[in-house]
């Protein structure tokens, strides 16, 4: 299990990639990918081309990310999402809450 951040050489875009399973155990990690008071992104991307599975927990780390940046519906993207992955988020309608690519 991984969180990997990067940031672009403008800061305009910050993106996250979440190895392995996506469940509780990453909170602190996560937290500290997008936490860095010094860099405010415009954008922001949750790549998951390695993202095996997801659970309710990591669900409510994507809204309380949401919320810590402040930024609406739309400006984050999660992108290369498996069909199960992708499938949680259509059931739980937060395709809605993020742009799902």
Known sequence: MAVEASISIDNSVLTIGIKGKF???????????????????????????????????????LLNMQRYLKKEDGEISIVNCNQDVNKVFQITHLNKKFRIE
Do not use: H, Q, W
């Not at 010094?38 to 309710?56: F, L």
């Open 23 to 61: 469940y509780f155990s990453m909170i602190s990690k996560f937290r500290k990918a997008y936490s860095n008071d010094s860099i405010k992104p415009e954008r922001v991307i949750i790549d998951m081309r390695n993202t095996s599975a997801i659970d309710s927990s990591a669900l409510g780390m």
